[in-house]
């Protein structure tokens, strides 16, 4: 065998080993590169879809809430055969039924077993009353079980067998705010189906997104056949579980490992990862609880449809030719142009395996090594700015979120949660400060006539024209919101006695002259109290409230204060 044959089966050799090796390296990278990428996308998908949901139901929990600490609601769950509390709680509820997304409520009284319910059509106007709850019926434990265990507030999909319809219920447990005894639920129920359609099953490919309680029970899920329904009364054993969709033992427990490694206070807000295998196919799963609703957000990420192996073959082609041609002029090219130029490319593409920096200036090098360079700048680049970008939509849609959650979309007030969250500060600060400041109650008299006779679009407009004069009057330190339907409640920090009642005059005085509807003015009645550093802030709300009511009963269009710097504590004053 001649030299020259000899030298080629070896240049040959060397060619197949190298390339080989070559094609590990290159694998192993791209898997690491993939999976990184992963990790990023699974943990911001998991809190983009995890803002969506929240962003949903946020709302209908609040309005919930809301219904359930409803006075007139309460009163007459304490009384539910008077005819005049029955009569204006059905007003409250339609009330409320306008003000849900789906329009519809349900309240259920633990007196009498009365279940009230009406939908989007006002199918049952008039005869809310559906039917009465048996404890004997399996299909209303869900009722007594939520009673027994004392439960505020529940979430849980749930076919309703005497209406016919399956909904996502919104359960708020309706407790006399005295005595603390359980007067019923109350709440709202979101359609299954639309719900699904437009926050769950949004038909990306390679991603697929479920929720589950607690237990793993599945409540949110694209095929509708794996959720659980009426999972709160099913036993142990019994329930459609997240273990459905994995097969091996191995994967449920590491699912299960997430879910309990997610409830430690270190956990908070944090995104848990972990390769599965789901249906026979190996997926990244990102795991997220959400604690306002007691429910794991599971995302499952199949990377071989979002970032597909193929993607890499034309670098990996472009490799392979330049080891070739390196290799073809082996003494005098392998030292000088390939093994130090490949040297510096490992070392730039470890340091971009150990979380560094993509290199954007690589060595240079000629021919197809300076190609391979550039290509793979271009990926590493590619790849940290479509994680940067994701995370930059993520954040700013996070911040969205913060701020609808916090504002009211109609007036740009404060919403009832942002001022909820500005007064937990107020009282915080004079307690600390010993200071005072204002409470400021502004209900519009009669805006259910104005809504009734002229119109929602009309009545929207003079909130939007009322808050205007509210926010034109008050100082720029001073917060306000839009604390009901027609109801708006304003803090004055700091504040006196005269502040409170010289700017409660003003703002009273103010929408009477500048607020109108076909040349009828608008009036408001304002009920003030005046909060000492001592006081709590549910003392303060029903000061605050009693005053309003105070103002109402005197007439309307007037301002009635409560506060302790001037005698009598208590004075009244109109509008005109």
Same mark, same amino acid.
């Given at each position: 065998m001649s030299l020259n044959t000899r030298l080629l089966c070896v240049l040959s050799a060397l060619i197949i080993s190298t390339c080989l090796a070559s094609w590990l390296i290159f694998q192993r990278v791209t898997d690491t590169i993939v999976e990184r990428w992963g990790r990023d996308v699974a943990d911001i998908e998991v809190r983009y879809d995890s803002s969506r949901l929240l962003q949903a139901v946020d709302r209908e929990i609040g &309005? *919930?809430?809301?219904l359930a600490d409803s006075p007139i609601i309460q009163n007459w769950a304490k009384h539910p055969d008077d005819p005049r509390l029955k009569d204006q709680a059905i007003a409250e509820m339609e009330r409320f039924r306008l003000n849900f997304a789906d329009r519809n409520y349900f309240v +259920? &009284?633990?007196? !009498?077993? +009365?279940?009230?319910? !009406? !939908? +989007? +059509? !006002? /199918?049952y106007a008039g005869k809310q009353l559906r039917y009465h709850l048996n404890p004997q019926n399996p299909a209303d434990a869900w009722f007594y079980q939520l009673i027994q265990n004392d439960m505020s507030f529940h979430l849980n999909v749930n076919p309703d067998e005497n209406l016919g319809i399956t909904k996502l219920w919104i359960d708020v447990l309706v407790k006399d705010k005295q005595t603390q005894k359980i007067l019923g639920v109350a709440g709202t129920g979101i359609? @299954? /189906? *639309?719900f699904l359609k437009n926050i769950v099953d949004l038909n990306k490919a390679g991603v697929n997104t479920l929720f589950v309680d607690e237990n793993g029970a599945i409540q949110l899920y694209r095929d509708t056949k794996y959720i659980d329904y009426a999972s709160f009364v099913k036993p142990e054993g019994q329930k459609n579980t997240i273990d459905l969709l994995m097969a091996r033992p191995s994967d449920q427990q590491a699912i299960h490992r997430m879910m309990k490694q997610l409830l430690q206070p270190t956990a908070k807000h944090h995104v848990e990862t972990a390769f599965v295998n789901v249906e026979g196919k190996r997926q990244l799963a990102g795991v997220a609880y959400l604690p306002t609703i007691g429910w794991y957000e599971v995302? &499952? @990420?199949d990377l071989d449809v979002l970032l597909p192996f193929r993607i890499f073959l034309p670098v990996a082609g472009v490799f392979g030719v330049a080891l070739i041609l390196s290799l073809l002029v082996f003494h005098f090219f392998v030292r000088r142009i390939v093994i130090r130029p490949i040297n510096r490319l490992d070392a730039a593409v470890r340091d971009f395996q150990a979380g560094g920096e993509p290199p954007l200036h690589l060595p240079a090098a000629a021919g197809e090594l300076g190609r391979l360079n550039t290509h793979f700048g271009a990926m590493a680049n590619a790849v940290a700015n479509q994680a940067q970008i994701l995370r930059d939509t993520v954040e700013s849609r996070t911040r969205d979120l913060q701020r609808q959650a916090r504002i009211d979309p109609l007036t740009g007030l404060l919403n009832r949660r942002g001022m909820s969250e500005n007064l937990e500060e107020a009282f915080e600060r004079a307690r600390r400060e010993e200071a005072r400041f204002g409470l400021v109650l502004i209900d519009v008299d009669n805006f259910k006539d104005i809504n009734d006779r002229h119109g929602h679009p009309t009545g929207d407009a003079a909130l939007k024209a009322v808050s205007e004069q509210i926010g034109l009057h008050i100082r720029p330190y001073d917060h306000a919101s839009r604390w009901g339907g027609d109801e708006f409640l304003v803090t004055l920090s700091p504040c006196s006695g005269d502040i409170l009642n010289g700017l409660s005059d003003?703002?009273?005085r103010a929408i009477t002259e500048n607020v109108s509807i076909n040349n009828n003015a608008v009036t408001v009645s304002i009920g003030a109290y005046l909060v000492q550093s001592g006081d709590s802030m549910e003392l303060a709300l029903q000061e605050a409230d009693r005053a309003l009511y105070r103002s109402k009963a005197a007439g309307r269009n007037r301002v009635f204060i409560i506060h302790r710097d001037t005698l009598p504590p208590e004075n009244g004053s109109s509008c005109v």
């Amino acid at each position: 065998m001649s030299l020259n044959t000899r030298l080629l089966c070896v240049l040959s050799a060397l060619i197949i080993s190298t390339c080989l090796a070559s094609w590990l390296i290159f694998q192993r990278v791209t898997d690491t590169i993939v999976e990184r990428w992963g990790r990023d996308v699974a943990d911001i998908e998991v809190r983009y879809d995890s803002s969506r949901l929240l962003q949903a139901v946020d709302r209908e929990i609040g &309005l *919930s809430r809301q219904l359930a600490d409803s006075p007139i609601i309460q009163n007459w769950a304490k009384h539910p055969d008077d005819p005049r509390l029955k009569d204006q709680a059905i007003a409250e509820m339609e009330r409320f039924r306008l003000n849900f997304a789906d329009r519809n409520y349900f309240v +259920a &009284l633990h007196t !009498n077993n +009365a279940y009230y319910f !009406n !939908n +989007a +059509a !006002n /199918e049952y106007a008039g005869k809310q009353l559906r039917y009465h709850l048996n404890p004997q019926n399996p299909a209303d434990a869900w009722f007594y079980q939520l009673i027994q265990n004392d439960m505020s507030f529940h979430l849980n999909v749930n076919p309703d067998e005497n209406l016919g319809i399956t909904k996502l219920w919104i359960d708020v447990l309706v407790k006399d705010k005295q005595t603390q005894k359980i007067l019923g639920v109350a709440g709202t129920g979101i359609d @299954l /189906e *639309s719900f699904l359609k437009n926050i769950v099953d949004l038909n990306k490919a390679g991603v697929n997104t479920l929720f589950v309680d607690e237990n793993g029970a599945i409540q949110l899920y694209r095929d509708t056949k794996y959720i659980d329904y009426a999972s709160f009364v099913k036993p142990e054993g019994q329930k459609n579980t997240i273990d459905l969709l994995m097969a091996r033992p191995s994967d449920q427990q590491a699912i299960h490992r997430m879910m309990k490694q997610l409830l430690q206070p270190t956990a908070k807000h944090h995104v848990e990862t972990a390769f599965v295998n789901v249906e026979g196919k190996r997926q990244l799963a990102g795991v997220a609880y959400l604690p306002t609703i007691g429910w794991y957000e599971v995302t &499952l @990420l199949d990377l071989d449809v979002l970032l597909p192996f193929r993607i890499f073959l034309p670098v990996a082609g472009v490799f392979g030719v330049a080891l070739i041609l390196s290799l073809l002029v082996f003494h005098f090219f392998v030292r000088r142009i390939v093994i130090r130029p490949i040297n510096r490319l490992d070392a730039a593409v470890r340091d971009f395996q150990a979380g560094g920096e993509p290199p954007l200036h690589l060595p240079a090098a000629a021919g197809e090594l300076g190609r391979l360079n550039t290509h793979f700048g271009a990926m590493a680049n590619a790849v940290a700015n479509q994680a940067q970008i994701l995370r930059d939509t993520v954040e700013s849609r996070t911040r969205d979120l913060q701020r609808q959650a916090r504002i009211d979309p109609l007036t740009g007030l404060l919403n009832r949660r942002g001022m909820s969250e500005n007064l937990e500060e107020a009282f915080e600060r004079a307690r600390r400060e010993e200071a005072r400041f204002g409470l400021v109650l502004i209900d519009v008299d009669n805006f259910k006539d104005i809504n009734d006779r002229h119109g929602h679009p009309t009545g929207d407009a003079a909130l939007k024209a009322v808050s205007e004069q509210i926010g034109l009057h008050i100082r720029p330190y001073d917060h306000a919101s839009r604390w009901g339907g027609d109801e708006f409640l304003v803090t004055l920090s700091p504040c006196s006695g005269d502040i409170l009642n010289g700017l409660s005059d003003r703002i009273c005085r103010a929408i009477t002259e500048n607020v109108s509807i076909n040349n009828n003015a608008v009036t408001v009645s304002i009920g003030a109290y005046l909060v000492q550093s001592g006081d709590s802030m549910e003392l303060a709300l029903q000061e605050a409230d009693r005053a309003l009511y105070r103002s109402k009963a005197a007439g309307r269009n007037r301002v009635f204060i409560i506060h302790r710097d001037t005698l009598p504590p208590e004075n009244g004053s109109s509008c005109v």
